[in-house]
Antibody, heavy 120, light 107 residues
Framework: EVQLLESGGGLVQPGGSLRLSCAAS????????MSWFRQVAGKGLEWVSA???????YYTDSVRGRFTISRDSSKNTLYLQMDSLRAEDTAVYYC??????????????WGQGTLVTVSS | EIVLTQSPVTLSLSPGERAILSCRAS??????LAWYQQKPGQPPRLLIY???KRATGIPARFSGSGSGTDFTLTISSLEPEDFAVYYC?????????FGGGTKVEIK
């Protein structure tokens, strides 16, 4: 069974940094694309970033240059380094498994999410 | 960016009734459209992908149809566990985008 466990969320001041982690198990992590999505409380879903099995990386415009997605296949872990955080980055962040190795597939299942709050 | 518009925003129905949810894209997404279900306090779950293909374990009462810019999710007979929020999503172009969601609530 695929399991995705996010961690690293919390309260951070505007302009600060945070690193999210996602521990993956139940599938050959190195062979699959992975992605981060987010959801503001009570609002809709937004795609944030994706990474292929060969480390090709994609970002939504609002986070490009501030967020960095990475993966460590030796640890079966996905990361999201978030710098220069803004209030509008406040959301639950979900780690999601790709359909296959490339980023052009569907993403599912989703982890339970970790809450990031950017506030002074 | 491809904008997905879902309608209605809220659908009030009784168990056993048919639910028809709509998703319209600002430009063609070809066959690259999916539907997700989200219940309170839970992450989204993939229901339908590539317009009409049911994800693993999804009951046959869920079906998807459409092409180009207009898509439909049909729940043939609502079960109590189907009352939730439904989102459509496209992967035709970056960035991946979602519709605003349709809440199916108990009438």
């Amino acid at each position: 069974e695929v399991q995705l466990l996010e961690s690293g969320g919390g309260l951070v001041q505007p302009g600060g940094s945070l690193r999210l982690s996602c521990a993956a198990s139940g599938f050959p992590f190195s062979s699959y694309a992975m992605s981060w999505f987010r959801q503001v409380a009570g609002k809709g879903l937004e795609w944030v970033s994706a990474i292929s099995d060969t480390d090709s990386r994609y970002y939504t415009d609002s986070v490009r240059g501030r967020f960095t997605i990475s993966r460590d296949s030796s640890k079966n872990t996905l990361y999201l380094q978030m710098d220069s955080l803004r209030a509008e980055d406040t959301a639950v962040y979900y780690c999601v498994k790709g359909e296959y190795s490339g980023v052009r597939g569907w993403f599912d299942p989703w982890g339970q999410g970790t809450l990031v709050t950017v506030s002074s | 960016e491809i904008v997905l518009t879902q309608s209605p925003v809220t659908l009030s129905l009784s168990p056993g009734e048919r639910a028809i949810l709509s998703c319209r894209a600002s430009q063609s997404v070809s066959g690259f459209l999916a539907w997700y279900q989200q219940k309170p306090g839970q992450p989204p779950r993939l229901l339908i992908y590539d317009v009409f293909k049911r994800a693993t374990g999804i009951p046959a009462r869920f079906s998807g149809s459409g092409s180009g810019t207009d898509f439909t999710l049909t729940i043939s007979s609502l079960e109590p566990e189907d009352f939730a929020v439904y989102y459509c999503q496209q992967r035709y172009n970056w960035p991946l985008t979602f519709g605003g969601g349709t809440k199916v609530e108990i009438k």
